[in-house]
């Protein structure tokens, strides 16, 4: 018999260790590198030919091995494995821009309703608005009413704690606005998550007080993401700023808020004439792979990535500077935030 894994079960390695993701359950197990390579190596090869290619001396150790494999349903035994093709791996999307965030403070004036036009018309699907001060629920609430007939369906709002406004408030907003998908409260005095009565949106209170854009680009254990879309656009595109757009604070089109770069500014520029701008598209196409680092990471096609805050300004290609986890190891470092959201769609 031959073990075959199942299509969106896909094995990654690692310099110390390997993993399977699972794309259709979206989850993932660590393996051995040695396991790795006998999945790759064997692939499609009788059970029993791989035990007499290694003389039989590892005929424990390979049982052991698929046992695990067929226990945790990541493949399953056949005789005819070329009746089963793996997943193409080629990521397609056919608008032009898929995700944007829109930072505000107080000295915020955003042309919110031709935004929101610009965004149809390139075909975006994600939204993050970043709110750094205090702004009052009704005036979010008109932010998002302009939103309601756009093809527009996930929408992330991080809004600054205040006591004028009480959880049930916070709950009415994702009652109005199905498309919230989450709610970060930050600035609050305690780390907590709640839902939302009624619906599905979780409210995510945390203590970090963020004052700007800088609170970005940390890379976590909490913030994988195990799903076919993400990791087949992973292999060829950048996880973070491919199809991103943004405008800061201050109207400025970038990349990423965090970005030193301008394209322009939203008061003089269409956000279609920034992106046909030399440059705009070069981050699109920097990939984990081609990364200091992130291409011996077993994690490196379920990460995100940041390349406004790498270790090496002058090496576009260097590690992202808040990742604190070595995979020459295998351990994380101290600065492993868990409740830092401001990582992008």
Not at 156 to 184: A, F, G, T, V, Y
Request: aromatic content about 12%.
């Amino acid at each position: 018999m031959i073990f075959k894994l199942f299509a969106c079960c896909v094995p990654v390695k690692g310099a110390l260790r390997s993993t399977i993701c699972d794309l259709q359950r979206r989850t993932f197990s660590f393996i051995p590198n040695k396991l790795y390579e006998l999945l790759i190596d064997c692939k499609d090869k009788d059970i029993n030919f791989i035990k007499k290619y290694f003389e039989n001396k590892y005929d424990k150790q390979i049982d052991e091995y698929y046992d695990f494999l067929l226990k945790k349903e990541y493949g399953f035994l056949c005789d005819n494995p070329n009746q089963f093709p793996d997943i193409d791996m080629v990521w397609k999307m056919p608008f032009t821009i898929t995700n944007a965030i829109i930072d505000f403070n107080l000295q915020s004036n955003h042309d919110i309703v031709n935004i929101a036009k610009e965004l149809e018309i390139l075909g975006c699907l994600a939204i993050q608005f970043r709110f750094f001060d205090v702004v009052p629920l009704e005036s979010i609430q008109k932010t998002l009413e302009v939103f309601d007939l756009s093809r527009i369906h996930d929408i992330q709002l991080l809004i600054k704690n205040s006591q004028s406004q009480s959880i049930r408030d916070i709950e009415k907003l994702c009652l109005i606005n199905p498309r919230l998908s989450i709610i970060i409260v930050h600035s609050n005095k305690y780390n907590k998550k709640r839902k939302a009565r009624h619906c599905k949106t979780p409210i995510l209170y945390i203590n970090t007080k963020i004052i700007n854009h800088s609170f970005c680009g940390f890379v976590s254990y909490n913030h994988f993401v195990v799903n076919i879309t993400h990791f087949t656009e992973s292999i060829r595109f950048n996880t973070c700023l491919n199809r991103k757009i943004s405008i800061d604070a201050e109207g400025n089109i970038k990349n990423c808020p965090s970005m030193t770069k301008s394209y322009g500014n939203i008061r003089d520029t269409t956000l279609r004439e920034a992106i046909e701008k030399e440059g705009f598209k070069d981050l699109w196409y920097i990939h984990k792979d081609q990364i200091e680092v992130c291409k011996d990471c077993e994690f490196r096609h379920i990460c995100t990535d940041c390349r406004a805050y790498i270790q090496d300004p002058n090496n576009i290609y260097s590690k992202p500077a808040k990742c604190s986890y070595d995979p020459y190891t295998a351990t994380w470092g101290e600065a492993n935030p868990t409740n830092n959201p401001l990582h992008g769609q």
